[in-house]
């Protein structure tokens, strides 16, 4: 029964994965980067998006885009070839909150990078702007921000119950709060299971990561 669900989370959780790693880091770098007006309007904006549940983002995207505008289809996920539309608007109510997380994470990695001595030095050889922000500041702080996406999109997973219900998706989300409410404890159990399963494969990938990030770090050794 499980089975036949499991696709349509994952495909979810990876779609808001990709939306969360792309526009958090994109504006934490941002962020990180730029002072002043920039910094504080992007600061500004991820904290009202981290305040934000993801049952209410995915009442008020219902309501402006899918019902307002008919940009976006409300309920159901569906055929194949429809697929990503439908999902558009539940992968952003899931990943918004956890999106302005990792986007301050971000920021502060980037920020405390950047004023760093050997980046100075960089900048007063006269590298590249790009070269700098690639080799020296994003490398570095890469550590952090992995820490930080793992554990978001392994949250996603306990999350997506509540956008799965209310875009009417079909996924183990969905069935968990089924199941609940039914009091079948076996498949509660069952889908509770997986999403523990789910978060130490996720954790564990992000350990595993640490090593091709960072070749100073060694079982059982910490980096010099």
Excluded at 140 to 169: C, D, H, K, W
Aim: proline share 3%; glycine share 8%; hydrophobic share 60%.
């Amino acid at each position: 029964m499980l089975a036949t669900k499991v696709v349509l989370t994952l495909q979810l959780v990876l779609y808001a994965g990709v939306i969360l790693v792309v526009l958090g880091v994109g504006l934490g770098l941002i962020a990180g980067l730029r002072r002043g007006a920039v910094d504080s309007v992007i600061v500004g904006a991820t904290a009202f998006l981290a305040a934000i549940p993801p049952y209410m983002a995915a009442i008020v995207l219902l309501s402006v885009f899918a019902v307002g505008l008919g940009w976006f289809p409300a309920i159901g996920a569906g055929a194949d070839g429809e697929r990503l539309l439908h999902l558009t608007l539940p992968a952003i109510a899931l990943a918004l909150s956890s999106l302005a997380i990792v986007a301050r994470v971000t920021r502060v990695a980037v920020r405390g990078e950047s004023d760093r001595e050997h980046v100075q030095t960089a900048v007063s050889r006269g590298f590249l702007k790009a070269q700098i922000v690639r080799r020296h500041i994003l490398r570095n702080a890469l550590m952090p921000i992995t820490t930080i996406v793992g554990v978001a999109v392994a949250s996603l997973l306990a999350v997506s119950a509540v956008v799965e219900q209310a875009f009417s998706l079909d996924g183990i989300g969905s069935a968990l709060v089924q199941a609940a409410l039914a009091r079948d404890m076996a498949v509660v159990q069952a889908i509770a299971l997986l999403f523990v399963f789910a978060f130490i494969a996720t954790n564990t990938l992000v350990d595993i990561l640490y090593v091709f990030l960072d070749p100073r770090i060694k079982a059982g050794k910490e980096p010099a």
